[in-house]
């Protein structure tokens, strides 16, 4: 998308802002007009809210997941049922768990998946973590699997299985299938075939 | 959308990033991750890019369009034909006719359009800098209201056909209609309407 009638502060405000995922060319062209007309200190907030995120957050040194504490709040928090890791591709991973609430086991956080086409291998995402962490703990008995149903988090599940399993620790993956209210006639193929796997004896 | 389960510095990325427009709770979460996933100097480009374009933007003199140069490139430009100005509510739609080249007139941005349901009356937005700007020139021979075919572009056009006429300057509204590629039986009722309104011989 031509930029070129802008003058330059604008035209690299609308640079910056259409290389975020899913804003394309139009929809920075209307932010940053947005961001020029709103109040100098709105401006500023999100501006600060970028240095300022991006200045304290981290990942936790135990689980991966985003903090801005030394150690994350699932982590510190001695409620939590320390026999179970939950393995998870993100910190939004996280963030979908814990809305759901329920789930009181602790997590690990791989930052991707396995993906060769993208030259992604198992030691650029968090597996060598998670076998220390491991080795490091004899508290854990279960860890679930919850990578996304894609490719890659099908290989990066079965990978993380294969060199877990001879530790001895229970390895489990997230049920795939049919969503709740969602219907059958609309489901796609793979979906259906992993509903029909994972069916269950009532 | 709760963000309880986010540390505060997220929580105030993605709650400054949802007050944009078109941006949701959902696709300020996504943002705000990725804003922390990207590399440090690519994240804060973007919070420097923004409060660079607010220090070294600002509104024309002459015409209220968006520059960082004293004057903005258009009035600057010796080239164009000062005799024609088109009135347009906000610096997005400078940019579309300039993309659209053709026209080599000058601009009046007025930043917004009468709306009393809104409390914007024709004080609120650049009327008035308009009517100063054709006392203080006699060059000016058109006067062509490009402001949207809304309820308040129409009002706006209304007002300022009122007071710019008196004047002997000849005042022209842009023509509505049907879009050139659009396809008559998906035309609103209004634009219908509009495009027989404005039916010309042939």
Redesign the interface.
Known sequence: M?TR??????N??I???S?????GGK?A?????????ME?R????????????????QRCPVCGD????EIC?VCADAARDRSVICVVE???D??AF??MKGYTGLYHVL?GAISPMDGIGPDDIGIRQLLIRLQQSDEVKEIILATNPSIEGEATAMYAAKLIKPAGIRVTRIAHGIPVGGELEYADDVTLSKAMEGRRDL
């Open positions: 031509a009638s802008f003058a330059e502060p604008l690299s405000l640079n910056e802002l290389k975020l995922p899913g804003i929809s062209q209307r932010l940053a007009f947005y961001m020029l007309s100098e709105d401006a500023e907030a999100i501006a600060e809210a970028i240095l300022e995120a991006r200045r304290t957050m985003l903090t801005d504490s709040g993100n910190p939004r996280v963030a814990e809305r930052h």
